[in-house]
């Protein structure tokens, strides 16, 4: 068993990938950081957070390939926050970006992240949506698909200010600021850790830059059933996240259009997709719709007219001692 700082200690950037039940997307991620272009010094830390069976084959055999990537642990709760804290704490670089284990990064990322992190404190990179499909075609045929999106210099202060948003799986950090906010927030996962670390940043006076550079393939939903579970809790802890900061005026996601009224309407949209046999995307979009809509109905219930307390969960694993391999 290796010093969980032995690799932190060779590089400038630590890579932090969450990790759950993710064994036939990953090997592509790897192969796409393995592959970066005039990147400084980086290590890849994989966090298993209570997969059924553990990934350290693939991590063995791109190690065996050549990327400095090690597995870490994370067995006490379950969720991305946490993971991505455990997999923080098991580093010591100056510099983090954290993406996930079903995407694939563009060409320059590190690259990009790292140039942007020695004037900026927090960046986020640009994201393509692509549909799962797209990722059998391998990661050359993604690059090709990232071309027009990932050249340009980063934009110091891209974010709201009175909803900033955060693309956690394509983002980067100072790690002195990340641990000084305390890490991600457990009590928002599934959905919106992300903004509250947003959120917490910019009311702390900080800005969220944005290159270009990061540009990233992000696989959408493959079914159905997924796309309507992933947004049926992303609405649920947006509600959450309402409530925690007084966003209820300023939430697009409320207001553009306004959210009870959208939500009457999605039983006719949805009546309407089945009769008239939409496409696959059209499908997806109303699962996502109705998901959403449902999601945040089940929030105001639960967070708006019950007052169930946002009870905080920041920094959840940051302080556990971790084993790499």
């Known amino acids: ?81 946490y ?20 995407d694939c990064v563009g060409p320059r990322f590190i690259s990009s992240a790292a140039d942007a992190l020695r004037n900026v404190e927090v960046v986020d990179g640009e994201v393509r949506p692509v549909a799962a499909t797209e ?37 980067a950090v100072r790690r002195e600021v990340f641990l000084e906010l305390g890490g991600f927030d457990q009590t928002f996962f599934p959905g919106a850790e992300d903004n509250d670390l947003a959120l917490r940043l910019v009311r702390g006076g900080r800005t969220i830059a944005r290159h270009p550079g990061m540009a990233l393939a992000e696989r959408l939903r493959s079914s159905d059933g997924a796309a309507f579970r992933r947004s049926f809790e992303a609405g649920r802890m947006h509600i959450a996240l309402c409530a925690r900061h007084d966003l209820w005026a300023v939430s697009p996601h409320l207001h553009d259009p306004k959210w009870f009224v959208d939500l009457a309407k999605v039983p006719l ?36 007219l019950l007052r169930r307390p946002v009870v905080p969960q920041l920094g959840v694993g940051l302080d556990e001692g971790v084993s790499s391999q």
């Open 1 to 81: 068993m290796a010093d969980p700082t032995e690799n932190a200690a060779r590089a400038d950037v630590s890579v932090v990938i969450a990790f759950h039940e993710a064994h036939a997307s990953l090997p592509l991620q790897l192969e796409a950081l393995l592959a970066q272009e005039e990147a400084p010094r980086f290590e890849v830390v994989v966090v298993d957070n209570r997969s059924s069976r553990t990934p350290v084959s693939i991590v063995e055999e791109w190690r065996a390939r050549g990327l400095d990537v090690r597995l870490v642990d994370a067995p006490r709760a379950q969720g991305t926050s």
């Open 83 to 102: 993971a991505r804290n455990v997999g923080v704490a098991s580093t010591t670089s100056s510099m983090i970006v954290f993406v996930d284990a079903d």
């Open 135 to 171: 990722f059998d075609n391998g990661r050359e045929h993604l690059w090709r698909l990232l071309d027009g999106i990932a050249g340009g210099s980063v934009v110091r202060d891209a974010a709201d200010h009175d909803y900033p948003i955060l693309m956690g799986g394509a983002s």
């Open 269 to 304: 949209v949805a009546v309407k997709a089945l009769v008239t046999r939409a496409d696959s995307d059209t499908r997806r979009a109303v699962a996502s719709r109705v998901g959403l809509r449902l999601g945040q109905g089940a929030g105001m219930v639960t967070y708006r």
